[in-house]
């Protein structure tokens, strides 16, 4: 089957029937299965680009990896619920409660210092504690080594300790 670019797509048809198959067994909504099929082509033409031999049995490889995006759409979407209530919390937060002063005070304070980071830091300490991923996740999306994460977070995390004490916010 011919591609866009004049290529030969790596999915056969069937084998793109029973991607979507494993996908929406997984729970992975009808709107994204599609997502899913792209993200297996993609995965297929980086083996070819990087000179890799392709999978021996290629429906059995492709219905491994829509088991896994099908695994890793659920705990994202985990992760997305997580987030949204926090910031329903958030929103819910009433400032003339109890200590509303000073956890606005303390927003502010962490907002600014959080502008104040390289971006690299900034970056990783967002990922770590606003999107709840783990140093290896955070590692993967980013591309580089867990050392260099946790460096990051180390530095980013000193830095921050550091800003709340010099305006005496902690």
């Known amino acids: ?19 979507c198959a494993v996908l929406a067994l997984g729970g992975v909504p009808q709107s994204e299965l599609q997502d899913g099929v792209q993200q297996i082509r993609l995965r297929l033409l980086e083996r070819r680009a990087k000179g890799e ?3 021996r049995d290629v429906g059995a490889w492709a219905a491994v990896v829509a088991s896994n995006l099908a ?13 949204a209530a926090r ?22 304070t ?13 970056q990783v300490l967002v990922l770590r504690f ?14 580089v080594p867990e050392g260099t ?3 990051r977070l ?8 550091e800003r709340l004490r010099t305006d005496e916010v902690v």
């Open 1 to 19: 089957m011919a591609v866009a670019d004049g290529g030969v797509d790596p999915l056969a048809p069937a084998q793109v029937s029973r991607v």
């Open 53 to 55: 031999d392709p999978p």
């Open 71 to 83: 695994a890793d759409w659920h705990r994202n979407r985990g992760r997305l619920e997580r987030t």
């Open 87 to 108: 910031l329903a919390a958030l929103k819910v937060w009433n400032p003339e409660s109890q200590g509303g002063q000073e956890a606005r005070l303390l927003a502010l």
């Open 110 to 122: 962490v907002a600014e210092g959080l502008d104040a980071l390289p971006g690299v830091q900034r």
């Open 130 to 143: 606003y999107a709840d991923l783990t140093v290896p996740q955070i590692a993967r999306e980013l591309g």
């Open 149 to 151: 994460v946790k460096s």
């Open 154 to 161: 180390h530095t980013a995390a000193r830095a921050m300790r």
